[in-house]
């Protein structure tokens, strides 16, 4: 069987994210990578949005940047406008399709769609599928989104929604989510922040439908892609062996308290390849104990007190622009942390904090 310098399993973000990194940084000229995946073929599945807080390799593939945003408590709206920091939506289709083209230029990356096709032995093996299923029984972040298309032009595309919590709660933490890529075009979410076990949460259709009819009062309009998707928000236990580098959401990526990853894993693509040559010595990446330990506490008051959810999320946006994005970037300093936490609660995050 054939042998391989690395192996990466799975080719979803952040397989391809270090495949891309490892080859515009001649990393394969002398090497050789196999990519293990299971999908017969790439398309557009998923929009992948973040606060621009560096750069990263894919602006080619980005749908559409912002500068200002806004959240919605049910009786108030808050705006904010950042110039330094923007808000993008990569499309995965475009992602994909660059990368993959990349790739297939390299005669030193071969493609397979089992790991009993290849010799793992010798390998650096980096892991980006989940050894099990997790459990349903956690925090998850889970949503639909649709991007739908009206005859009119009626949004205002300067400005993106990021969290309306005017919405039903049903007793968990639900919020709607708009993004207009033009001013007839628009990716709308509703994304919920439970368990996986309550089914009745998961009738995002008719969830969409009314939030786009008595919300938004638009009756017109056809959809022309729909993604769903469940993030979860907690870390899955992993073993970190020597030459198994776990990637991605299985290595971590995630930031629990807002489910932002993808650039995450370009940081972590970027650090792996500069540390290429001994990375079964390099210190394991993470985002950093602190947001661990925050982002820890945050859920434990989400999970004891949703209905107080949507004024927190609220009353944390109260603050500069570039504060929040900093600190929901990972990349704020502990000024910018203390103003953060002085926005929220005491009482309630101190008794989580000893519960
Ligand atoms: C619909 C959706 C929207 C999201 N939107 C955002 C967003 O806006 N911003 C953000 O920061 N994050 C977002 N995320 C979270 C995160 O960025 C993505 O989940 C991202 O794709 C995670 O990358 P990954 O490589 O860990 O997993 P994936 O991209 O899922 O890659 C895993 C790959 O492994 C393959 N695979 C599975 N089993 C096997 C196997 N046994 N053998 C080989 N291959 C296998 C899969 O086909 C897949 O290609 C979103 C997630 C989803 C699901």
């Known amino acids: 069987m054939k042998e391989f310098d690395y192996i990466i399993i799975g080719g979803g973000c952040a397989g391809l994210s270090l495949a891309y990194e490892l ?3 001649d990393k394969l000229k002398e090497k050789t990578l196999a990519i293990i995946e ?9 929009t992948w949005s973040f606060w621009k807080v560096f750069n990263h390799n894919f602006d080619d593939c ?22 330094k920091f923007p808000y993008q939506s990569i499309d995965s289709g475009k992602f994909y399709k660059k990368i993959n083209s990349k790739l297939t230029t390299n005669s030193n990356i071969s493609f397979f769609k089992t790991l009993s096709e290849i ?7 980096f892991n980006s599928v989940h050894e099990k299923e997790l459990d349903k029984s956690k925090m998850w972040q889970h949503f639909q989104g649709i991007e739908i298309e009206t005859p009119k032009n009626i949004f205002d595309d300067e400005i993106i929604n990021l969290m309306d919590f005017n919405c039903d709660q049903r007793n968990d933490v639900h919020f709607f989510y ?8 628009a990716l709308i979410e509703t994304t919920w922040l439970s368990d996986l076990e309550d ?32 993030i979860p928000l907690f870390n899955p236990s992993f073993k970190n062996e020597n030459k198994m580098i776990n990637i991605g959401s299985v290595g971590g990526m995630t930031r629990l308290s807002t489910g932002y990853t993808f650039l995450n894993i370009q940081e972590h693509s970027k650090y792996i390849v500069k540390n290429i040559d001994n990375i079964g010595g390099a210190k394991i990446f993470n985002l950093g104990k602190k947001y661990q330990f925050l982002d820890k506490l945050f859920l434990r008051v989400l999970e004891k007190h949703p209905e107080k959810m949507p004024k927190i999320f609220f009353n944390m946006f109260k603050t500069s622009s570039n504060t929040i994005i900093k600190f929901l970037s990972n990349k704020s300093n502990i000024i910018e942390d203390i103003n953060i936490i002085s926005k929220m609660p005491k009482l309630i995050f101190l008794k989580a904090m000893f519960n």
């Open 199 to 230: 089914q009745s949460l998961m009738d995002y259709d008719l969830q969409l439908e009314n939030y786009i009819k008595n919300n938004l009062g638009i009756k017109n309009y056809k959809i022309n892609f729909t993604e769903r998707g469940a």
């Open 62 to 83: 980005v749908i559409k940047s912002w500068n200002n945003f806004t959240i919605n408590s049910p009786d108030s709206s808050h705006e904010l406008t950042n110039k």
């Open 119 to 125: 010799n793992l032995e010798n390998s650096i093996i």
């Open 178 to 185: 708009t993004l207009p890529f033009s001013k007839n075009k």
């Open 23 to 25: 080859e515009i940084n």
């Open 38 to 46: 299971t999908r017969e073929e790439y398309k557009r599945d998923k």
